[in-house]
C-alpha cells in the first residue's frame, strides 16, 4: 500500500512557474513507476510526466519530472504555464513496470489566470 499527497497548487498568472510535490508514504526507489497526471475541464486525464527505472519522459515540454529518493519525493516543475494548464494534477504509482497505476493522491488543484 502507498500513500500520495500532493501539494504546491495554486493560482498563477500566465508565463509564471509552480513546483508541486508528491511525498510517497514508502520509498519511491522501491516503485516501478511515478507519474504526474492532469485533468483538465472538458479533458480527460492525460499523463503529463512519468519517472520509471528506465528514466524520465515529460509530455508536455515545459514540464520537468523529478525526484528526491532521501525524501521520498517525486516533483513537477511547470514553466511558462498557460490558461489551458489549468486542472487538478495527480500523482500516481505503481509496482509494476507496465499497466495500470495502482495508487493516486488526492490531487491538488492549479488555476493559470490570463
Known amino acids: 500500500q502507498v500513500q500520495l499527497v500532493e501539494s504546491g497548487g495554486g493560482l498563477v498568472q500566465a508565463g509564471g512557474s509552480l513546483r508541486l510535490s508528491c511525498v510517497a508514504s514508502?520509498?519511491?526507489?522501491?516503485?516501478?513507476?511515478v507519474a504526474w497526471f492532469r485533468q483538465t475541464p472538458g479533458k480527460q486525464r492525460e499523463l503529463v510526466a512519468a519517472l520509471t527505472s528506465a528514466g524520465s519522459t515529460n509530455y508536455v515540454g515545459r514540464f520537468t519530472i523529478s525526484r528526491d529518493n532521501a525524501k521520498n519525493t517525486v516533483y513537477l516543475q511547470m514553466n511558462s504555464l498557460k490558461p489551458e494548464d489549468t486542472g487538478v494534477y495527480y500523482c500516481?504509482?505503481?509496482?509494476?513496470?507496465?499497466?495500470?497505476?495502482?495508487?493516486w493522491g488526492q490531487g491538488t488543484q492549479v488555476a493559470v489566470s490570463s
Open positions: 514508502r520509498s519511491i526507489s522501491s516503485l516501478a513507476a
Open positions: 500516481a504509482a505503481r509496482w509494476g513496470p507496465s499497466g495500470p497505476y495502482n495508487y
